[in-house]
């Protein structure tokens, strides 16, 4: 195979932006060769390209031949039941985030990426971002020493009233499965758990419809506790402007704090435990060596995830973003949901079965009636392109 043939599954928002990259050329060896939507009148925009095919149901389309790997940009659930198909019938599979909605489904989506030289990968686009490949390159090098706290301030994802309305399934139980956590913060969450682990503990409190007319979360405050006794704190909104994004990874060798497009290390000279034990002095702290860490631009982001998957399946290429590694940022979500509704501390690993149980009865409850507005995605995803 000299090219890949892929198919979008779900062409709203994010998923026509990544035909429009890949139709521009904007990925080597890669065609789109095949579309498909429930909506009609998203699969007549595709008219234009004869060369490629349109199908108004995804079973049709991943048995069609026409393809040999798919993304799948559909509404959150049924990244599931899709993501399975599409193993099951052999096919390379891309899937947006979050993965799944809960991590049971998550469980069961990975349980069924059996065939070795499958290539199965998640659309972590900032993972592509050199702010967070520099940082990781300094915590994996141990030059931060050990995790003793994380602090992520992430409210600049507001949204409007007319954003919630643009769809019947957004920001509900059933057609979304959760809010602010589910939709905007896996990147979020994913690129803290790549950084820092996966806690032990999680305390959250969120806030249902505080700043919207929706059913689930749009503000979330959470304590995390790890393992070694480091401790951090996540706060996000989707209500609040002009909101902050600061994420600051302290260590026993210092500090580093991303913000305003700018990474800055502030070292240690000498680790602060071996300095607090022997120091002669009563107020005295380390000295430090204070280093901005040159960083050009956001990096390729979508397009390198679609350019890494080409190479995965072509040359064999390591992923930036497995599959299997979505459950973690699913389950951080789930765990600090569950915390909220519970009034309790949640350990992780989470169980899954008891959150999806959960959500069953909130969807099962849910009285909420949504108002929409007719009114096509691609405004709004093309606003936050790079980031949501």
Not at 69 to 83: C, E, K, M
């Amino acid at each position: 195979m000299e090219r890949v043939r892929l198919g979008i599954i779900g062409v709203g928002g994010m998923g026509s932006n990544h035909a429009q990259k890949i139709l521009g050329g904007a990925i080597k060896r890669l065609e789109l060769h095949a579309v498909c939507d429930i909506d009609p009148a998203r699969l007549k925009a595709f008219e234009k390209h004869p060369g490629v095919a349109r199908f108004d149901d995804s079973r049709k389309l991943l048995r069609s031949g026409a393809v040999d790997a798919v993304l799948i940009a559909t509404p959150h659930y049924d990244h599931t039941t899709i993501g399975i198909d599409a193993l099951e019938q052999g096919l390379h599979v891309l899937v947006e985030k979050p993965i799944s909605v809960h991590k049971a489904d998550c469980e069961r989506l990975i349980a069924a990426h059996k065939k070795r030289g499958q290539v199965f990968s998640a659309m972590f686009n900032q993972r592509c971002d050199p702010h967070y490949q520099r940082v990781k390159q300094i915590i994996d090098r141990g030059e931060l020493g050990r995790l003793q706290r994380v602090n992520w301030i992430i409210t600049d994802w507001f949204r409007s009233e007319a954003y919630y309305a643009s769809g019947g399934w957004r920001a509900t139980w059933k057609g979304e499965g959760g809010g602010v956590l589910l939709n905007q913060c896996p990147h979020n969450l994913d690129l803290l758990q790549w950084l820092c682990g996966m806690p032990n503990k999680v305390r959250a409190f969120c806030s249902l419809g505080k700043y919207h007319t929706i059913e689930v979360e749009d503000e979330v405050t959470a304590y995390l506790e790890y393992a070694n006794g480091a401790t951090g704190v996540f706060i996000t909104s989707t209500g609040e402007a002009p909101g902050t994004n600061r994420l600051e990874i302290t260590g026993d060798q210092g500090k580093v704090v991303i913000e305003h497009g700018n990474v800055h290390f502030t070292r240690n000279e000498v680790r602060a435990s071996e300095f607090c034990r022997t120091t002669r002095q009563s107020f005295a702290r380390p000295p430090v060596w204070n280093i901005e860490i040159p960083v050009k631009d956001n990096g390729p982001q979508h397009a390198g995830i679609l350019q890494n998957f080409t190479d995965a399946i072509l040359d064999g290429l390591d992923l930036i973003a497995p599959a299997r590694e979505g459950i973690h940022s699913v389950e951080l979500g789930n765990a600090m949901l569950m915390s909220s509704l519970s009034g309790q501390t949640v350990n992780v690993p989470l169980d899954g079965a008891k959150f999806e149980r959960m959500l069953k009865k909130l969807v099962r409850e849910s009285k909420f009636q949504k108002k929409t507005v007719k009114k096509g995605d691609n405004e709004d995803m093309a606003a936050s392109f790079g980031k949501a």
